[in-house]
C-alpha cells in the first residue's frame, strides 16, 4: 500500500541531491580554506566564488548545471519508476 507513496517521495528527493545544507556547512566552515577541500559543496562554492569574484556569470552557470542536473535525475528517476509501477509515475 505504500508503494505509491514511497516511489512518488523518492523522485521528489532525488532533485535535491546536488543541494548541501549551506546554512549548515558555511557556519562550520566559514571562510577556512584548509577545510576546503573535504567540506566544499556545490552551494558554498557558488557563494565563495561570488565573494571572490563578483562576475554573475560563472556563478550562474554553476547554478544553472546543479538545476538541469537535478532535473535530469528526476527525470530518469521518474522514468525508472514508470518502468517498475506505472501507475506511481508522477508524469
Known amino acids: ?6 516511489i ?8 535535491k541531491i546536488f543541494n548541501g545544507d ?6 562550520m566552515v ?18 565563495r ?3 571572490e569574484n563578483p562576475s554573475m556569470g560563472q556563478t550562474a552557470a554553476v547554478g544553472l548545471i546543479q538545476s ?3 532535473f535530469t535525475f528526476v527525470v530518469l528517476c521518474n ?7 506505472p ?3 508522477l508524469f
Request: no cysteine.
Open 79 to 85: 522514468k525508472v519508476a514508470n518502468k517498475w509501477s
Open 8 to 15: 512518488m517521495l523518492t523522485i521528489m528527493s532525488v532533485g
Open 49 to 51: 566564488q561570488l565573494l
Open 87 to 89: 501507475e506511481s509515475a
Open 30 to 47: 566559514g571562510s577556512n580554506s584548509i577545510l576546503y577541500p573535504t567540506t566544499d559543496v556545490i552551494d558554498t562554492y557558488l557563494f
Open 1 to 6: 500500500m505504500l508503494k505509491n507513496t514511497i
Open 22 to 27: 549551506f546554512g549548515m556547512i558555511y557556519a
Open 68 to 70: 538541469i542536473l537535478g
